[in-house]
């Protein structure tokens, strides 16, 4: 008898969001919240707690519904303290604003530990290229004789109106987090 094979997306393994209508329908979900969050973060420049608290306890949830039990919660657990445990040096240097690494963290509760590893890499490759096309088109920030920016750092503004220069770095990362989720083990098996 003949199997007929599926074959396998690049990095031979499905998805993470593929398989059932449970996982789909988390992809979408998680797609749409990532976009939301990409989209306060181009406007204001800020991403609210209500939407990063909504994506953390959905990420969990997830986490427990696809491992039922204490095992799928811990799996959520572990995953988004390392998405957490990843960018907070960013935030202690202020290189990223507290929103967008409280946003990975719990955008990796939906990705898995290693998901988490994965997308953090993605996102700073996005986040790389994103840089280079927001230098030419702001160009690069003056420094002030105190020796500060005159652009706040990336991610943050200390205003609810933020410049138009001021990198929204939430896009890149919320990309990162969706290439983990659909391509996975595409830097490790």
């Known amino acids: 008898m003949v199997q007929s094979q599926i074959p396998l997306p690049v990095g031979g393994a499905l998805p993470l969001f593929a ?3 449970l996982r789909l329908v988390g992809g979408i ?3 749409v919240l990532l976009c939301v969050a990409a989209a306060y973060d181009v406007r ?5 707690n209500w939407l990063v608290v909504v994506i953390a306890v959905l990420g969990l949830g997830f986490s427990t519904a696809i491992a039922p039990g204490l095992q799928g919660l811990l799996a959520g657990v572990l995953a988004l303290v390392v998405g957490l445990a990843i960018w907070l040096p960013s935030w202690l240097f202020r290189w990223l604003g ?3 690494v409280k946003l990975f963290a719990a955008a990796s509760a939906w990705l898995g530990w290693k ?3 994965e997308g953090a ?3 700073a490759l996005v986040g790389g290229v994103l840089a280079v096309v927001w230098v030419f088109r702001f160009g690069l920030p003056r420094v002030r004789r105190s020796g500060r920016s005159t652009l706040p750092p990336i ?6 109106r933020a410049p138009a220069s001021a990198l929204p770095y939430t896009v890149a990362l919320a990309a990162g987090a969706e290439i983990a989720a ?3 083990h595409l830097l490790f098996r």
Do not use: K, V
């Not at 204001?44 to 609210?48: D, E, G, H």
């Not at 991610?155 to 609810?160: I, P």
């Open 19 to 21: 398989g059932s209508t």
């Open 29 to 31: 979900i998680l797609f």
């Open 182 to 184: 659909w391509f996975p």
């Open 155 to 160: 991610g943050q503004t200390g205003t609810s």
């Open 121 to 123: 890499i993605f996102g």
């Open 44 to 48: 204001t420049r800020r991403i609210p």
């Open 98 to 100: 507290a929103g967008d």
């Open 115 to 117: 998901g988490a590893i």
